[in-house]
């Protein structure tokens, strides 16, 4: 069964950058599109990005200039990046498999922006 | 890109049916049969629902459907049980040209 697990920093300072990265485990990263998806505290789901495990991405208009998501094959891992936050950007994040069929997801890592 | 449009709350009484709607445009939900529905618990993270439009995973009740018509896409629930209240959010594909991915507001769902 396929599993995923965020890990990174639970707290960034402001104009610092975010990095996460999430583990697949019980699987392969290859033939599948990998999502990072966030949720502000008390607020809805934003669509922050995916990368094919070719590597081709497609990030949210609102987030792009920002946005950097990266796939390790060789580590069973993806990757993002998220530069310049300000406290906006404090919310859990959530990894998952598929783009907008997402079947799978991490249980969510909360990362607060302050310094 | 907006999000998609949806009720922010509705309730029924165990064993009712509701529906939870969800309005984009033709630039997503009404171009693409790629809508999908998530359930999320307090604290909890996202579980698939319903994917493209009306396909149910694996271990997802029979309870639970999805449909589109134009531009809205609906998810009910019948037969309502008390471990259904929780926020529901829907998701389309969005537009060939910029291959976007865009959540609705969510829903409160309350089972009184």
């Known amino acids: 069964q396929v599993q995923l697990q965020e890990s990174g920093p639970g707290l960034v300072k402001p104009s610092e950058t975010l990095s996460l990265t999430c583990t697949v485990s019980?699987?392969?990263?290859?033939?599948?599109?990998w999502s990072w998806i966030r949720q502000p505290p008390g607020k809805g789901l934003e669509w922050i990005g995916y990368?094919?495990?070719?590597?081709?991405?497609n990030y949210n208009p609102s987030l792009k200039s920002r946005v950097t998501i990266s796939v390790d094959t060789s580590k069973n891992q993806f990757s993002l990046k998220l530069s310049s936050v300000t406290a906006a950007d404090t919310a859990v994040y959530y990894c998952?498999?598929?783009?907008?069929?997402?079947?799978?997801w991490g249980k969510g890592t909360t990362v607060t922006v302050s310094s | 890109q907006s999000a998609l449009t949806q009720p922010a709350s509705v309730s029924g009484s165990p064993g009712q049916s509701i529906t939870i709607s969800c309005t984009g445009t033709?630039?997503?939900?009404?171009?693409?049969?790629?809508v999908s529905w998530y359930q999320q618990h307090p604290g909890k993270a996202p579980k698939l629902m319903i994917y493209?439009?009306?396909k149910r995973p694996s271990g997802v009740s029979n309870r639970f459907s999805g449909s589109k018509s134009g531009n809205t896409a609906s998810l009910t629930i019948s037969g309502l049980q008390a471990e259904d209240e929780a926020d529901y959010y829907c998701?389309?594909?969005?537009?060939?040209?910029?291959?976007?991915?865009?959540f609705g507001g969510g829903t409160k769902l309350t089972v009184l």
């Open positions: 493209e439009v009306s």
């Open positions: 019980g699987g392969s990263i290859s033939s599948y599109y």
């Open positions: 998701c389309s594909y969005a537009g060939s040209s910029t291959s976007y991915v865009v």
């Open positions: 990368i094919y495990y070719s590597g081709s991405t």
């Open positions: 033709s630039s997503d939900v009404g171009s693409y049969n790629l």
């Open positions: 998952a498999r598929g783009m907008v069929h997402m079947d799978v």
